[in-house]
C-alpha cells in the first residue's frame, strides 16, 4: 500500500512542478502576456502566488470542517509551528528566485541545476532519520553529476554558446540559493510532520505554511522598496560604463537614453551625474531605471501589487493551483524518509526539454541527454525498493 500511495502522489507531484517552470516561464515572456511588457517584479508574483496556494488551502481546510474535522486538529503544535515558520521563510525565498530566474532563461536551462541538493539527501537521511546510505545512492549521484555536465560538452569542445544559453554569475548565485532553500524544504517538511500533533493532516500544514509565507513576503514588499528610497537605489551618482550600457541604456528606447545621456556623463571607464538635476528630473531618471531593473536585487520587490498588465497574474495563479497541489503531496508523502521519494518527484526533468523545445526554444541533443541522465541517476539512487521496504519516520506525537 505505501509504494501504491509513492506511485500516485509522485505522479501528481511531477505534473504539478513541471506546470509551475512552466507557467512561470510563460507569465514572463511578454509573447504570452499580450505582448506587453511584463511590468510584474519576481516579488509581486511570488505574492500573487502564495496569495492563490492560500486561497486554495483554506478551501480544502474549510470543506474539511464541514465535513466533521476537529478545530483542534488544524493547529499543529508549537514545535511542528516554529519548521513551518523556517519552511515559510526560506519557501519565499525560493519563489522570489524562481520567478527571477525565467525572466531570462528557459526553465530547461536550469531546472536541472537548482536539483543539485537531491544528491545531498542520502546523508541529511542518514543524520536525522538513521536511515542507510546504499551503493545504488553513489550511483545515482555519480549520474546525476555525469548528467549536470553533459550540456556543457559543446562549450568545453571550443563551440561558442549564446549569452542566453548559459547562466551568467547572478543566475549561478541563485541556484546556490535556490538549492539551499529547496534541501531544507525537504529536511523541514519531514521534521514538521514528524512533529505534528497526531490528527493534524496535510492541508493545515500547507494552510499554515501559506500563511507564514504570505507574512514574509508582505513584509519584503514593504520593507526593500523603503530601504531602496532612502538610498536612491536607483539614482545612482556614478555607475560603470559596463555596468549603465548593459543593464540600463540597452533597454531603454531612444528618448529615454537621449533623455539619461543628458543628465549622465561619460568620465573615463564610469558614467557620472550632473550636479545640477531638477527634482522633476530626478524623478524621471529614477522611474526609467527603476523599469529596467537596474539594481538586480532591488528589483525584486519593485511595483505595486495591482499591475497594469494582468496576463502574468493569470499564469501566477495558476502555478498557485498547481503549487497547493504539489505541497499537499510532499506534506502527504513527508512521513516517509524524504530520499527514499524525493529524487521521483524530478522525472519530469527529462520531459522539459521537448516541452520547451514545442515552445520554439533552442534545444541541443546534449541538452536532452543530459536531463534524461540526470533523470536516470535520481530514479537508479531509490531504485532498490525490494531489498529496503520504505517505512515511515517515527513520529513524535502519537
Not at 261 to 290: F, P
Not at 324 to 340: D, E, Q, T, V, W
Amino acid at each position: 500500500m505505501e509504494l501504491i500511495l509513492l506511485i500516485g502522489w509522485l505522479m501528481i507531484i511531477n505534473g504539478a512542478l513541471g506546470g509551475q517552470y512552466i507557467l512561470k516561464w510563460m507569465g514572463n515572456q511578454p509573447e504570452f502576456v499580450g505582448n506587453q511588457p511584463v511590468g510584474v517584479s519576481p516579488g509581486v508574483m511570488t505574492w500573487w502566488r502564495e496569495l492563490s496556494k492560500l486561497i486554495w488551502a483554506v478551501i480544502a481546510v474549510i470543506i474539511e470542517v464541514i465535513r466533521g474535522k476537529e478545530l483542534k486538529y488544524l493547529m499543529p503544535g508549537a514545535a511542528s509551528m516554529i519548521t513551518i515558520m523556517i519552511c515559510a521563510f526560506t519557501g519565499v525565498i525560493e519563489n522570489i528566485g524562481f520567478f527571477y530566474l525565467p525572466k531570462y532563461y528557459s526553465p530547461h536551462l536550469y531546472a536541472p541545476y537548482v536539483n543539485v541538493y537531491l544528491v545531498m539527501l542520502p546523508f541529511f537521511g542518514k543524520i536525522l532519520f538513521n536511515a542507510s546510505i546504499r551503493k545504488e545512492h553513489w550511483i545515482g549521484i555519480s549520474l546525476v553529476v555525469i548528467g549536470l555536465a553533459v550540456p556543457h560538452i559543446p562549450r568545453i569542445l571550443g563551440d561558442s554558446i549564446s549569452a542566453s544559453e548559459t547562466l551568467d554569475f547572478t543566475a549561478i548565485i541563485w541556484v546556490i540559493i535556490i538549492n539551499c532553500c529547496l534541501c531544507s524544504q525537504q529536511v523541514l517538511n519531514n521534521k514538521t510532520v514528524q512533529l505534528a500533533v497526531k490528527g493534524v493532516g496535510p492541508n493545515a500544514l500547507v494552510m499554515w505554511r501559506e500563511i507564514w509565507k504570505m507574512t514574509f513576503i508582505w513584509s519584503a514588499l514593504i520593507i526593500f522598496p523603503l530601504i531602496g528610497s532612502i538610498i536612491d537605489i536607483n539614482f545612482p551618482q556614478n555607475v560603470s560604463v559596463e555596468k549603465f550600457e548593459r543593464r540600463v541604456l540597452s533597454f531603454v528606447n531612444e528618448s529615454d537614453k537621449t533623455f539619461l545621456l543628458s543628465y549622465y556623463e561619460k568620465s573615463g571607464d564610469e558614467y557620472v551625474i550632473n550636479k545640477n538635476v531638477s527634482l522633476e528630473s530626478e524623478e524621471k531618471i529614477k522611474t526609467i531605471i527603476s523599469d529596467v531593473g537596474y539594481n538586480r536585487f532591488f528589483s525584486l520587490f519593485d511595483g505595486s501589487i495591482i499591475p497594469e498588465n494582468w496576463w502574468p497574474i493569470f499564469f501566477v495563479v495558476l502555478a498557485g493551483l498547481t503549487g497547493y497541489i504539489y505541497s499537499f503531496g510532499f506534506f502527504k508523502l513527508s512521513k516517509f524518509a524524504a530520499h527514499y521519494w524525493v529524487p521521483y518527484t524530478n522525472i519530469w526533468l527529462a520531459v522539459l526539454p521537448f516541452v520547451m523545445f514545442l515552445f520554439g526554444k533552442e534545444v541541443t541533443t546534449f541538452q536532452v541527454i543530459g536531463a534524461v541522465v540526470t533523470s536516470i541517476g535520481l530514479i537508479v539512487g531509490v531504485s532498490d525498493h525490494k531489498h529496503h521496504k520504505v517505512e515511515e519516520i517515527e513520529k513524535k506525537n502519537k
